[in-house]
C-alpha cells in the first residue's frame, strides 16, 4: 500500500508528513483491500484544506475532505470520516455475499 503526501501551492512540514503517514497507516484496519492512500494538504488565506484519497480494489474510491485552522484536528477528522466509509463498504460487501433468501423449509 502506498501513502502518497502532498502539498498543494504549499510545502508540507516533516512532522505533518509523518502524523498523515502513520495515521494512513491503521486504515487497513478497517478494510483490506486498499491499495493506495494519497494526501493532498493545502492553505487559502486563514485555512487549511486537508484531503485524502483512498483507493480500493475494483476501482473504487472513498474521499474525505475538511476545512480549519489546525493541520493536525483536520487529518483526523479525516481519518474518522474514511474509517466510517470503509466500515459502511465491508458491511455492505460482507451482506451481499450472504443474500437473504426466502425460506422454503417450512
Known sequence: M??????RHVEVP???????????NKLPRFYDRIHGIE???????EQFTAEMIVRVDHK?????????????????????K???????HKEKKRNHKHDSRPDYSE
Open 60 to 80: 473504487h474510491t472513498f474521499v474525505a475532505s475538511e476545512t480549519g485552522p489546525d493541520t493536525f484536528a483536520l487529518i483526523d477528522l479525516i481519518i474518522d
Open 14 to 24: 516533516e512532522d505533518v508528513r509523518d502524523y498523515a503517514q502513520d495515521k494512513a
Open 39 to 45: 494526501v493532498v494538504l493545502g492553505h487559502e488565506g
Open 2 to 7: 502506498d501513502v502518497c503526501v502532498t502539498g
Open 82 to 88: 474514511l474509517e466510517r466509509q470503509l466500515t459502511k
